[in-house]
């Protein structure tokens, strides 16, 4: 007789094949159709709130792995605390002024049309562009199951975004702390602007570095040797700049030789005199002094007729070069700080294309770096050179057009780190951050502790311009908060177009329209200021126009969280905004993650054909398994993707889909408001499964608390695959579907895979959120009533909390030595298999000697229950000494046609001959039913 219809067999329609690639975009609509986010947010209306706030990605290009590492991050993090019971919105944002999307609509219209439009029509297409990679942006962002507010995203091109900017600018002129100078600045001659520090990338270049001979007057320490002909030695590796050389610094504390060398005598650093002499000829040392005795010296530029005073400065090294350092004031900060000190002009003789001006006749109208060898040869021509060796250093270049870029004096606005103590007071408040990971601390300290004043000036058409204005008669700048608060009002209506738009007097506060503003000679003609702010002003005061604008004034975010390279980007000038008006950080918390590399570890580019596109993994894979990567990397280091690494988590997701699958497949006839056992009638296998489901719960939780997504995805997998899949639904599959319908032993293992079950949709969701709303909405209605979880949406459940009732650290005791035993008897059991003399386990009979310990713990489960957990027909327990023993022999009995099992009483039940014991009352109640 067939008996297969008196079998509890399990039943699902979720399906065991994802389809993630076509089921994704069909769930996205439902989820769009029933307002899932908003919903969301509904039920945690009067919930403590937590705010992360979306560092701004530019609106340029479509979206690759590290934007997608990044919004996936944040919004595991947001589905996470909403689940835990906060209310965590998320309002994502985009960076939209600046230099690419400049270049972009240059590229497209060509620099020549470009530079006859005006300025209003150029921040028209600049506006028009930004707003279709904000569309294209958004639709992969949503694509990733990234919940939001997409529909009010904050925009720094936003009119209230512009208006809030001049307002942050207004209170910042108020501090004192701005000023207009000209300094040495980051140029980039190809894009022709002042580039910021988070705008430069540094790569290795190979440059000609030369020693030059600059006469020097006989006198102080080198009064004596009048008579001969007398040079002090410089090196450097940057020739271009020397025709801005104005001095020469030397170490105060150093010693200094005056050496032979050839017809001349050099000054060099004394330490330094032994190498000089592999590079070039030096002689008998004829004299020694320190460095402080030859400031106020004064030598002769090599070939320009002007004087380069001798100074001394504690920046000058005796690691490289001759100890004697080549200044150009306009060319280097080190050189600016000691010109300054020194009276000397910030000179810089280079046009903002990077030529020199006529200032420099032999040279005018050259690229700068193309005069490098020019001005080698004439130094040799002159008698001036003493050396030069090719040099690979790490230099700066351009982040948008990756060309070598130069330090060149600009009048520009700064934003001082000292007048208002705001290098102090922000690193005050950067101890007063919980950085993540820890060394992200020191990281951002050593930068703030060591930059320059912050240059918040560029030259280009789109941004929010600087509120200032420049008398014509005498060319002083006027800026002021009324002034910016001015415009601040404007902005608020037509945006920061008006600028260029509208006549200079419309913005003059009505307390001086009429009256001249200049403070220099009274006069009442101005132009306006045509430079923009730096866009990292833009996002950096993002805080102020977001968080204080929807949450008010006091409202300080929970986390940002970017990539590493923003300690010097976005988390540096949000620091310095917020500090400079407010006085602390804008941040409680700041996260960072790596850069993503290919499986190798190298850094992707489309030069090496190793650029993973995400669309492709979405195409291929499915959200859910890009997502799953996200979870599965610590993040805190660069993460590598390939693959190989792809098809192993889609390994991995096909297991936690088949637990789910598993779990509902055996709960179809399960209502927990009729069925479900108390823990004291529950079966021992099952009470075990609750602890390690509790301790499961209680790890992720902690796992998701701290940001460690890698040990939520590493307890998911060990749960799934070891605890569920290679023990307890191996071992519990028997009694689920050879047991009674209504029995207490089914009823038992149904009562704790319901509990797993709603937990594992519960935990999986911040990470798996399609699969886990896939599995929520897979359980049947009857089966999310009670403890928080009735809604038909997985979002607007409660995260699972640990059960107290369900840790017994007597049954883990008793379990984990079970287990071991359970490994020995497999052990056993295999080798029986592997001699052929049996198939399946079930045909085994085991017989147990064991201590008096492991006896206790045998004797506790009993034989019928170890006969389940050893997966055998029989189980013999008998008393002994020593270490545990296994013997293994052939069931007794006959196989029953029902359960596989074997058993003495096959053959005993006339009615149904073919069954066991367990299975006869079953199946005769059927039948009789």
């Known amino acids: 007789m067939d008996y297969k219809h008196t079998l509890q067999l399990p039943s699902t329609e979720f399906p065991m094949r994802a389809n993630l690639p076509q089921r994704e975009p069909a769930l996205l609509e439902t989820w769009g159709r ?64 600046g230099l690419p999307i400049d270049l972009e609509v240059e590229k497209k219209v060509g620099r020549k049309a470009k530079a006859e439009m005006g300025l209003v029509e150029v921040r028209r297409l600049c506006r028009e562009y930004a707003d279709r990679f904000v569309g294209v942006q958004r639709a992969d962002f949503q694509r990733l199951g990234i919940f939001g507010q997409w529909e009010r995203p904050y925009l720094t091109k936003d009119f209230d975004f512009e208006a809030q900017e001049a307002l942050e600018l207004a209170d910042i002129l108020a501090t004192g702390g701005m000023f207009r100078s000209r300094k040495p600045v980051h140029w980039c001659a190809s894009c022709r602007t002042a580039l910021a520090e988070a705008e430069v ?43 801005a050389n104005l001095a020469v610094a030397v170490g105060p504390d150093f010693s200094y030789s005056l050496v032979e060398a050839g017809e001349r005598a050099l000054v060099v650093a004394t330490d330094l005199v032994e190498a000089l002499a592999k590079r070039f000829t030096l002689g008998a040392t004829l004299a020694t002094f320190g460095g402080a005795e030859l400031g106020g010296l004064k030598a002769r530029h090599p070939w320009i007729d002007r004087d380069s005073v001798i100074v001394t400065g504690e920046h000058v090294a005796l690691d490289t070069g001759t100890g004697c350092v080549h200044t150009a004031p306009g060319h280097g900060h080190d050189d600016y700080v000691i010109g300054r000190r020194n009276g000397l002009d910030t000179y810089a003789p280079v046009d903002a294309g990077g030529c020199f001006t006529a200032d420099v006749p032999e040279f005018q109208g050259r690229f700068v770096f193309e005069a490098d060898r020019p001005i080698i040869d004439m130094l040799r021509d002159i008698g001036a050179l003493l050396g030069e060796e090719p040099i690979e250093h790490s230099y700066p270049h351009c982040w948008r057009c990756k060309k070598p870029i130069i330090f060149r004096a600009t009048d520009q606005w700064f934003l001082s780190m000292e007048v208002t103590d705001l290098r102090k007071r922000a690193l005050a408040a950067i101890d007063g951050v919980r950085w993540i990971p820890s060394w992200g601390r020191e990281r951002i300290y050593g930068m703030v502790a060591n930059r320059p004043d912050w240059c918040l000036s560029r030259q280009r058409a789109w941004g929010v311009p600087i509120i200032a204005l420049r008398c014509k008669a005498c060319g002083q700048v006027e800026a002021g908060p009324a002034l910016a608060r001015k415009a601040a009002e404007i902005f608020a209506v037509e945006g920061a177009d008006a600028w260029f738009a509208r006549p200079i007097e419309d913005f003059l506060p009505a307390s001086s329209q009429a009256q001249p503003l200049c403070k220099g000679c009274g006069g009442a003609a101005f132009e306006r200021e045509t430079d923009i702010l730096d866009v990292w002003f833009d996002s950096g005061v993002s805080f102020a126009a977001v968080i204080e604008a929807e949450f008010g004034k006091d409202t300080i975010s929970d986390l940002y969280l970017e990539g590493s390279d923003q300690h010097r980007g976005w988390f540096h000038s949000a620091l310095l905004a917020s500090v400079a008006t407010r006085g602390r950080a804008p941040y409680k918390a700041v996260l960072t993650h790596g850069f993503v590399l290919d499986g190798d570890g190298r850094k992707m580019s489309k030069s090496l054909g190793n650029v993973v596109a995400p669309q492709d993994i979405l195409k291929n894979y499915g959200a859910d398994i890009l997502r799953l990567w996200v979870a599965s990397e610590d993040y805190s280091e660069d993460v590598r993707i390939s693959d190989e690494i792809l098809k192993r988590l889609a390994d991995s997701y096909r297991r936690i889909r088949n637990t789910a699958r598993n779990l509902l497949a055996n709960l179809a006839d399960f209502d927990p408001a009729c069925h479900a056992v108390t823990s004291g009638e529950m079966a021992d296998l099952d009470r075990w499964v609750l602890s390690r489901l509790d301790d499961f719960v209680t790890r992720c939780r902690r796992a998701y608390e701290d940001y460690q997504f890698h040990l939520v995805f590493h307890a998911l997998n060990n749960f799934c695959s070891v605890d569920l899949s290679s023990l307890y639904f ?53 089966q999310r009533k009670g403890r928080g979880v009735e809604t038909n949406c997985v979002f607007v459940a409660d995260f699972p909390e640990p059960d107290p009732a369900w840790q017994d650290a007597a049954l883990s005791a008793r379990w984990t030595r079970l287990w071991e035993i359970r490994q020995v008897v497999t052990k056993a059991l295999e080798e029986w298999r592997r001699d052929g003399r049996i198939g399946h386990s079930l045909e085994a009979r085991v017989r147990l000697q064991a201590g008096a310990a492991d006896a206790a713990v045998l004797a506790a489960l009993g034989e019928s229950a170890l006969c389940e957990v050893f997966i055998v027909s029989q189980v013999e327990l008998a008393s002994g000494e020593g270490e545990l023993t296994v013997t293994v022999e052939k069931a007794r009995g006959a196989k029953c046609g029902r359960c596989w099992n074997f058993s003495e009483a096959v053959g005993s039940h006339a009615d149904h001959p073919e069954l066991c014991e367990r299975c006869h009352p079953v199946v005769a109640a059927t039948m009789q039913a």
């Open 201 to 243: 990338d540094y790569d290795n270049k190979t440059t000609t570095s030369i020693y030059v001979a600059f006469p020097i007057e006989a006198k102080g320490p080198l009064a004596p040797f009048a008579d001969r002909k007398l040079a002090i030695a410089i090196w450097t590796t940057t020739p271009w700049t020397l025709p």
């Open 34 to 97: 029933e307002n899932v986010y908003q919903r969301m947010l509904a039920a945690r209306a009067d919930a403590p709130l937590f705010l992360l706030h979306d560092g701004p990605p530019y609106a340029n290009g479509n979206i690759h792995l590290g934007h997608a590492l990044n919004k996936v991050l944040k919004d595991i993090i947001l589905k996470y605390k909403t689940l835990a019971g906060m209310r965590a919105p998320y309002r994502p944002g985009w960076d939209c002024h």
């Open 730 to 782: 191996d071992i519990v599959k028997d009694r689920l579907y050879t047991s009674a319908a209504d029995s207490k032993a089914r009823r038992s293992a149904q009562t704790a895979m319901h509990a797993i079950l709603l937990a594992l949709a519960r935990v999986t969701a911040p990470i798996l959120c399609f699969t886990a709303d896939e599995i929520w909405r897979a359980i049947p209605a009857a």
